[in-house]
């Protein structure tokens, strides 16, 4: 006899376990089913460690420089398997957490390999024994994985996926770095703080590609001056690991081939939704390139399977992830006024040094789209608060349509932005103009002030600049 329950979501990702927190709190008996950790990659091994690692490279950044603000620091140094320890327990404690909202929520928590195995029914496997549950809906919420080369699979040892750069055996003197979205550029700026010699190598014309033009041009010019190396219009033809490194075939923009050699390379070059082997193919669920494919509630073809998150496409982000749960299960559960899900107003944020945050559209998007543009920016170097960090390089840049005033994007960089951008985000989601965003009060001193002066500067009004 098969485990009743009104709803199984299969994966705890971000997605997952806050999809099954909200179907518990309207009232359905649910279960949840993970074959490794609680919080899935985000929490174990993606968003959440990252951020412990690059705050220590943060840190020893500053240790580094510290008599630009009159400190003395004798022969700064770190411990990498300290560091390490460090960013592996904010995960252990954050799992733990998880495990805490499920005994709260009363959620019944299934360990092992899960697969659909037919309407309304689903299998969980571990160590050979296999338990069938029940449920009118199903949610799929497995996510993705790192995605290898096709010549060269990642080892662990010299070649590595963002797993294997967390918790790192040795520490990498001359890395490679193939890809710089997010993930890429992170590990870039963590491994060079801490004094690898890096080479970013992308194959699209400029760094961050997803980001604002004037944003990737300025990370590139950053790095370039911290000491990093970056080839554009570039690829990796050949790489292969030897017992002391990698040897790397590296073609640049204009068809040359070079040959280098680095001690590890870390391959980010983009996911693999998960989505073999769980049973989809049978019960005749659509997919595009391997991802799910469901509409604006997470409903997909087939009636009673749903999915969200990185297994539905891109942008692939924990906070995406968890909306698209709640309006998913808000949806199922009868919630009236549940609006359908867009990733219109979904923030983008990079935690290199210096950080990356926007949302909305580029400049070049919104005219492409057929807006008729105005565009404001506004330094940091023009703000009382950043220069008193001593973090003056960065900037503030608001998109907004001339005709409406329609806040149309807003991209930033330097110090802070990734918690900055929340408040563009909020104005985009209010349907803001530009009229609310000048009157507003931003507090001084703070670096919230160039949000206010961005938007001023877009219409002409510009402070303190």
Not at 53 to 80: N, W
Request: charged share 25%; proline share 4%.
């Amino acid at each position: 006899m098969a485990d009743q329950f009104d709803l199984i979501v299969l994966g705890s990702g971000p997605g997952g376990y806050v999809g099954a927190i909200r179907a518990a709190q309207l009232g359905l008996k649910v279960a949840i089913v993970e074959r490794e950790r609680l919080g899935g990659i985000c929490l174990n091994w993606g968003c959440i460690p990252t951020k412990a690692l690059l705050r220590t490279s943060e840190i020893y950044h500053y240790m580094t420089h510290a008599a630009a603000y009159g400190l003395t620091v004798e022969k700064p140094g770190f411990d990498l398997p300290a560091v390490v320890q460090r960013s592996r327990k904010v995960a252990d404690q954050l799992n733990a957490g998880v495990k805490g909202l499920m005994k709260k929520n009363k959620i019944t928590v299934y360990e092992g390999d899960g697969a659909l195995a037919g309407k309304g029914r689903l299998t969980v496997t571990k160590d050979g024994k296999t338990t069938e549950l029940a449920a009118r809906n199903i949610i799929v919420a497995t996510g993705a994985r790192a995605r290898d080369l096709p010549f060269a699979k990642a080892d662990g040892e010299r070649i590595w996926t963002y797993r294997h750069a967390l918790t790192p055996k040795e520490m990498p003197t001359k890395l490679l770095v193939i890809g710089s979205g997010a993930i890429g550029v992170e590990f870039a700026s963590f491994y060079s703080d801490l004094g690898a010699d890096v080479t970013i190598v992308e194959m699209l014309p400029r760094i961050l590609p997803v980001e604002d033009e004037e944003v990737s041009a300025f990370v590139h010019k950053a790095f370039e001056k911290q000491g990093m190396k970056i080839e554009v219009g570039a690829s990796v033809e050949k790489l292969a690991a030897t017992g002391a490194g990698v040897k790397a075939a590296i073609k640049d923009k204009d068809g040359k081939v070079t040959q280098a050699e680095f001690s590890h390379a870390i391959v980010a070059i983009g996911i693999v939704p998960n989505t073999e082997n769980i049973g989809l193919e049978a019960l005749g669920v659509k997919t595009d390139r391997g991802h799910i494919v469901v509409d604006g509630y997470g409903r997909t073809n087939v009636e009673g399977i749903l999915a969200f998150g990185d297994v539905t496409g891109p942008p692939w982000l924990a906070h995406k992830a968890m909306h698209e749960a709640v309006v998913c299960v808000e949806k199922l559960a009868g919630v009236k006024d549940v609006h359908a899900f867009t990733n219109a107003n979904i923030p983008g944020c990079t935690y290199s040094r210096p950080q990356v945050a926007s949302v909305g559209l580029t400049e070049a998007k919104a005219k492409e789209a057929g807006y008729k543009v105005r565009a404001g920016k506004f330094p940091f170097i023009g703000n009382g608060k950043a220069i008193a960090l001593g973090e003056a390089e960065g900037f503030i840049k608001t998109v907004f349509d001339d005709t409406t005033g329609e806040l149309l994007g807003a991209h930033m960089v330097g110090a802070e932005v990734t918690e900055l951008i929340q408040g563009y985000t909020v104005a985009r989601e209010l349907e803001t103009t530009e009229v609310e965003l000048i009157g507003t009060t931003f507090p001084h001193p703070t670096l919230s002030e160039m949000m206010h002066e961005s938007v001023l500067a877009a219409y002409g009004r510009t402070l303190h600049i």
